[in-house]
């Protein structure tokens, strides 16, 4: 076997190190078998006699990713350090944020909700289901102003192509380097039908390329390996050095450098600019938690909060100076200009621009 | 007693197919036309589905004969290893089947050759590596089903392989191969990820995709809903033909002998069942080796949550083990007894395989969330949901033997006035139990491994290990998810091993 194929390319000792001092200790096994007996016995219908030892303190429910609330996710490290502050119980409920809300409407239990992206957004908002998170945003440190009152941003990154340099001496200087490289650079992209990232690149060339998308995505092709569903596949295929460059974010290598010392990682800056990621968190507007639910808003841009999503989320925070980044992170390189488009635009241009892709690519 | 039971069963699989197809329809705001494109998409769909299902079972028949005409030392070993793409997550069966074919796979590099496997030919080789063990198990049922006196009384007939081919095989497979075709079939149908990432692109697309996309994409649920219904459509045709293209053979009995096959003998026959046997294994095994070499380099980085998934979805396994047994007896007896209206039963136990779990998913979310927190009943809806779709195929095992035990020994038991539990232990276990550890274990291993409907409504503190392998991914955590990826696939195969040891214990195979 080749010394770099699959087996040792992801060295996770420095992140079991880190794992350590995340503090929320997993449920000891009898909680969890108790837990599970509930579930049963909701199931067969014996609603009443389950919960209600815990009525005490008061519950905020906030709707959030699976990542987000995931163990390696930033949501336990939140949970503990608003718990701190709050005198409450925050509980993740986990899921595709939007399509439960929705399906939920007026009836939903969320007190507040965390991880929509500028994608969604306008639906989200169509709903009426929000209220305005009350927060001064002028000083963020995002590369683009933020005015929403609706949508607060908590954390940020680029769509970018990764490529490992070990592999590959001279990545693309610009996404018409990319369109004009030779058919064996192979990258490895996400349908934008069921994958935020997929999404974010098609708007990214629209971006770049406005009417001429449909034509450069026709020139990419050659050089597209293959879609996936979702970023983990691609990402994986990307490790295992199947593709030369996989469609990700320009903060992937901090995960690399910071929690397995690998620095082969990196961003590949195209000289038209990148677009622009924010995730968002809103409060519900009928929640019977209003003071929570503004509590926690007013949490999310707090140094308490922001600190934790650079490894936590593996992003950039919403508001925290530089300077107070990890230790990795200016390791990151980082594009000049930025794309990005209004949530109304988005909205728009996805329909269409997704009929390009399509044909572009079914050719 | 099994009437009623058979009815339940009936119920509960409508719920979930129609149910909550309905449900979703119900929350639809107006209809969006099937437009051309959809249509496209069904034709794709359809015409992978075709080929992936005929090679899968073309390849399977030689390599179902070979490995029931010989006993070889390891042989139960290497049927339940074959098994496991079967039970693998597809994103895990993508990475180790690219280990091996894949641009900077091990034939790539040891040939040096270009191999393109992005394309119809990815989809065809993913989808016979996912089915092939499938195909061959179920083919390999009929054949160890064939009575020893038949062969006894051709070799004294002195049978040529030809004629035994002609005059016993062929019959049998007459019987069995219409549903083998039928499932895989409708496994392929409803597939996503896999026709996505190894067709290269957009031109790839399935219905379920495009259900996908009318639900996270649009939110239009009256579009989704619609392409449910076409795929279940598409399901029904398909169903109806090969069950009709089924004949039941009417045989009669043996006295549960050991087979020996005095026909295989020949060393020019030997010779070929081996290399088939060789080849099948080869196969199967090498990219199952690569997620093994994989996962083992990880297994030491697992973080401690992952055992207690691990434990969770034992839980999900057993309780939807128990739940398929239960329906699938209920049904076959039931199915048994019933000349009209058997077709219809038949085809509703089929439909949960057809039903998109995005579908059975939101249409659970709608219908529970008046009631009960659906994140609450998590783990008991993906055990339902999961016996439903393990159903199918217990069925393809257990109704032919039914069918059998009853035909040759019913008017016996009657004579001696067997009846209830004395029947059902002396006349049924011993004859079904072969047919019972099978899809026990296969309903156990499905279990494990499955997602489901779980991707509305999971519960961060109750993840089942193929979730939590999915968030180690999603977190950059490689080397630790194929490390859960290796647990997961050790406990699948060690469940199915269990079940089918168990129903495979004093019998001669």
Not at chain 1, 72 to 98: K, M, N, R, S, Y
Not at chain 1, 200 to 210: E, S
Not at chain 2, 50 to 66: H, T
Not at chain 2, 153 to 168: M, V
Request: charged share 15%; glycine share 8%.
């Amino acid at each position: 076997m080749r010394k770099a194929n699959p087996l040792n390319l992801n060295r996770l000792t420095p992140a079991e190190g880190r794992l350590l001092d995340t503090p929320p200790a997993p449920l000891p096994p009898v909680a969890m078998m108790e837990s599970e007996m509930r579930s049963l016995i909701y199931a067969a219908g014996f609603c009443a006699t389950a919960s209600v030892a815990m009525a005490e303190t008061p519950v905020l429910t906030v709707y959030a990713p699976d990542y987000f609330a995931s163990e390696w996710g930033p949501g336990p490290a939140i949970e503990q350090a608003f718990e701190a502050t709050c005198a409450c119980d925050l509980q993740f409920v986990t899921g595709d944020v939007l399509p439960r809300l929705l399906l939920e409407g007026e009836r939903t239990r969320a007190d507040a909700v965390i991880g929509l992206n500028t994608d969604v957004t306008a639906r989200a908002r169509a709903t009426g289901l929000f209220a305005p998170h009350g927060q001064d945003t002028s000083d963020l440190t995002m590369p683009i102003d933020w005015t929403d009152e609706v949508f607060l941003p908590f954390n940020w990154g680029h769509t970018a192509f990764i490529y490992d340099t070990t592999r590959m001496d001279q990545p693309p200087a610009s996404f018409d380097d990319l369109l004009a490289a030779p058919d064996d650079l192979k990258i490895v992209i996400q349908d934008p039908r069921s994958s935020i990232s997929g999404l974010a690149l098609m708007l990214w060339v629209k971006a770049i390329y406005g009417d001429g998308a449909e034509e450069a995505w026709e020139q990419l092709q050659p050089n597209i390996l293959t879609v996936t569903k979702g970023w983990s596949e691609s990402y994986g295929m990307f490790t295992d050095g199947e593709a030369d460059m996989v469609l990700s974010y320009t903060t992937s290598p901090a995960y690399h450098i910071i929690a397995e010392g690998d620095d082969t990682k990196q961003a590949a800056i195209f000289d038209e600019g990148h677009y622009f990621m924010v995730e968002l968190a809103a409060q519900v507007a009928g929640t019977d938690q209003p003071e929570l639910a503004q509590a926690f808003m007013d949490f999310i841009l707090s140094e308490a909060f922001q600190s934790i999503i650079p490894e936590g989320n593996w992003s950039f925070p919403a508001k925290l100076e530089a300077d107070k980044l990890p230790e990795g992170f200016e390791q990151l390189k980082l594009p000049e200009k930025v794309l990005f488009y209004s949530e109304e635009e988005a909205e728009a241009l996805r329909g269409p621009a997704l009929e390009e892709w399509r044909r572009a690519l079914s050719r | 007693m099994s009437k009623l039971t058979g009815w339940t069963s009936i119920a509960v699989l409508l719920l979930l197919s129609f149910g909550t197809l309905a449900a979703v329809l119900s929350r639809a705001e107006g209809l969006t036309a099937i437009s051309s494109d959809d249509w496209r998409v069904l034709r794709f769909t359809l015409w992978q589905a075709s080929l992936s299902a005929v090679i899968s079972v073309i390849l399977a028949i030689p390599l179902a004969r070979a490995l029931a005409r010989r006993q070889f030392r390891g042989r139960g070993l290497l049927i339940t290893l074959m098994g496991a793409p079967f039970i693998l997550p597809v994103i895990v069966a993508i990475l180790g089947l690219l280990a091996i074919f894949g641009r900077n796979g091990l034939i790539a590099t040891i040939t040096g050759l270009p191999i393109q496997i992005y394309g119809l030919q990815g989809i065809l080789l993913a989808h016979v590596f996912f089915n092939l063990p499938l195909a061959t198990r179920l083919i390999l049922q009929g054949w160890l089903a064939i009575p020893a006196e038949r062969f006894r009384l051709a070799a004294s007939l002195g049978f040529r392989p030809t004629d035994i081919a002609r005059q016993i095989e062929w019959p049998m497979l007459r019987e069995t191969v219409p549903g083998a075709f039928l499932v895989i079939f409708l496994i392929c149908l409803t597939s996503f990820a896999v026709a996505l990432a190894l067709g290269g692109g957009p031109a790839a697309t399935t219905i379920e995709l495009a259900i996908y996309q009318a639900f996270r994409f649009d939110f239009d649920l009256g579009k989704a809903a619609q392409l449910a219904a076409l795929q279940f459509l598409v399901c029904g045709i398909a169903g109806a033909v090969a069950l009709k293209l089924a004949l039941p053979q009417v045989t009669s009995g043996g006295l549960d002998r050991a087979v020996e096959r005095w026909d295989a003998r020949n060393p020019w026959l030997r010779a070929q069942d081996a290399a088939i046997i060789a080849l099948g294994a080869l196969f199967l095994l090498t990219p199952l080796t690569m997620v093994i070499l994989r996962g083992a380099a990880g297994a030491f980085e697992m973080p401690a949550t992952v055992w207690q998934a691990a434990g969770r979805s034992v839980f999900v396994a057993i309780i939807a083990t128990t739940l398929c047994m239960a329906m699938a007896l209920a049904l076959a007896f039931w199915l048994n007894t019933l000349n009209r209206g058997r077709l219809w039963v038949e085809g509703i136990s089929l439909l949960a395989i057809a039903a998109s779990p995005l579908v059975i998913g939101t249409g659970m979310f709608i219908l529970l969330f008046p009631f009960v927190d659906p994140t609450r009943v998590v783990l008991p809806i993906t055990a339902l949901v999961n016996a439903a779709m393990a159903l199918p195929f217990a069925l393809r095992a257990l109704v032919p033997a039914v069918a059998q035990t009853e035909a040759q020994f019913g008017r016996l038991a009657d004579a001696l006035g067997m009846r209830g539990f004395a029947r059902f232990r002396y006349l049924y276990l011993p004859r079904l139990r072969r047919a019972l550890g099978f899809s026990a274990g296969l309903t156990a291993a499905l279990a494990m491994g499955d997602l489901g409907v779980i991707a509305l409504f999971s519960d961060p503190t109750r993840a089942t290990l193929p979730l939590e392998m999915y968030r180690l991914m999603e977190s950059y955590r490689l080397e630790a998810a194929a490390g859960a990826a290796l647990l997961l696939l050790a406990l699948s195969l060690l469940a199915f091993w269990i079940f089918d040891k168990g129903g495979r214990a004093n019998a001669d195979a």
